[in-house]
């Protein structure tokens, strides 16, 4: 297993380039089981997750392979509609071939994904989506198997405790577009992600209205064909070289940038001073004057993302100032406030809140990554930490950023791999 080593106090400048977005291309890869046709998925980050995702495709009958960016899917036999327990708990996206294999197959058989480090993550908004489609679901050894004779559109109110959920909406959608007759998704998720889902579902021949808004429409279609798409950029990767730009005080352009996915953060470290400008897709990123604290509370899209949350963190624990991060998405996804104070942070946890006291300087240390967001969020403290930052389990960086450390390195950062 390799580490990430970091030695702090650099700058950052120069230009780096965002790929293509985790979140959306998992559901889009998954989307093709809905069609025996060829598809073409371009801008396609080589992460740990996508080749997860591949693994998952093949299982089921597909021929998948990601080569430069681009991955052409076929089918090579009879789509298999069992998602197995290996593959599914290693990463819980992998849940979102339900909608498809169900709205194609009538039937699917996959693992739930379980628990992780960062909550419960219950399905049940999945689970009631499809039930209203006319499935008939049950939970038999750790697995959902969900038949149905054929799907019925309905209506169907997709909210929970938390708000809208992403990959319910997305599994929900998947399945619909091949129901009879109109689905209605109310407390729809409204994040880009759905939306690039809907546009490349659109492309296969689905109609589908409302994306992007939390009611969403669908008039059911009896075939879907295949399509060609490219991935919207990563707005959680931009977000990240963003933060990396002003906890070093350097000055960095950012391109294939849709700024438009980025309101609430642009607007957070606009608020604590940052000096942000956009020219086309390129965004460029400075601090003119000394930033201050800024309150944050993470909401569903539009709303600040909670897969923002850690790395913020990073940057208001530099900061001057008192700054309040409250997580409504996910009250447990704190792992990383013990990591950042044994860097010299002064944060306290109180249930949902981080108070978070921003201090002179941190510290490197060894640290220990324990979900993928909160890597990122290790890794920008080290950018700013006086000497050397080791992080281990660095699997977890690369689960949802491609090449993180090649793009800081060649933003000056001092940042290398060791063998733990
Ligand atoms: C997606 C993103 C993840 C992001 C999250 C929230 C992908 C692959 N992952 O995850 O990076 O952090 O959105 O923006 O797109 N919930 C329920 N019941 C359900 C489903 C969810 O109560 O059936 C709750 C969750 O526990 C959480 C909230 O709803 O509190 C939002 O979760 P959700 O949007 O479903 O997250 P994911 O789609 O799994």
Not at 90 to 103: D, E, I, K, Q, Y
Not at 231 to 248: C, K, N, Q, S, Y
Not at 340 to 346: D, Q, V
Request: with cysteine; aromatic share 4%; glycine share 10%.
């Amino acid at each position: 297993m390799d580490k990430l080593i970091i030695e702090g106090g650099v700058k950052l400048k120069g230009e780096v380039t965002v790929s293509g977005a985790k979140n959306s291309v998992l559901p889009i890869l998954a989307a093709t089981l809905l069609t025996d046709d060829a598809c073409v998925i371009k801008d396609v980050p080589n992460l740990r997750d996508t080749n997860t995702m591949l693994k998952i495709l093949r299982a089921l009958g597909k021929n998948a392979e990601l080569d430069k960016g681009i991955v052409t899917v076929s089918s090579l036999k009879n789509t298999n509609f069992i998602a197995d327990y290996k593959l599914v708990s290693t990463m819980r996206a992998s849940f979102c071939v339900l909608g498809p294999l169900l709205g194609k197959l009538k039937k699917a058989k996959v693992s739930l994904p379980g628990g992780c480090i960062i909550g419960v993550r219950p399905v049940d908004l999945h689970l009631k989506g499809i039930k209203c489609l006319g499935a008939d679901v049950s939970i038999e050894s750790g697995y959902v198997v969900a038949k149905a004779s054929r799907l019925r559109g309905s209506r169907m109110y997709l909210g929970g405790v938390y708000g809208s959920s992403v990959l319910a909406t997305d599994n929900v959608m998947m399945a619909a577009v091949l129901a009879q007759g109109k689905t209605v998704i109310e407390s729809a998720a409204c994040e880009p992600e759905v939306v690039d889902l809907a546009e490349f579902l659109n492309k296969m021949g689905a109609k589908i209205k409302g994306h992007g808004t939390p009611v969403i429409e669908i008039e059911g279609v009896r075939h879907l064909h295949g399509a060609t798409h490219t991935i919207i950029p990563d707005r959680i990767e931009a977000g990240t070289l963003m933060i990396a730009a002003l906890i070093t005080r350097g000055d960095i352009c950012i391109k294939n940038v849709l700024f438009q996915h980025l309101g609430a953060l642009i607007d957070k470290l606009e608020e604590a001073g940052a000096s942000i400008t956009k020219k086309d897709t390129t965004v460029r990123v400075r601090c003119k004057r000394r930033l201050r604290a800024v309150n944050i509370t993470t909401l569903p899209y539009p709303g600040f993302p909670t897969d923002m949350q850690a790395q913020i963190m990073s940057l208001m624990s530099v900061t001057p100032g008192i700054s309040v991060i409250t997580e409504k998405i996910y009250p447990d996804r704190f792992m990383h406030v013990a990591e950042l104070n044994r860097m010299g942070a002064h944060i306290q946890r109180e249930g949902p809140h981080a108070i978070v006291e921003g201090v002179k300087g941190l510290s490197g240390a060894p640290v220990m990554a324990s979900d993928l967001r909160a890597s990122a969020c290790l890794a920008l403290a080290g950018l700013v930490a006086h000497a050397r930052t080791s992080i281990s389990r660095i699997y977890h960086l690369e689960r949802g950023y491609e090449n993180l450390e090649g793009k800081l390195e060649r933003l000056g950062a001092k940042i290398w791999r060791e063998k733990e």
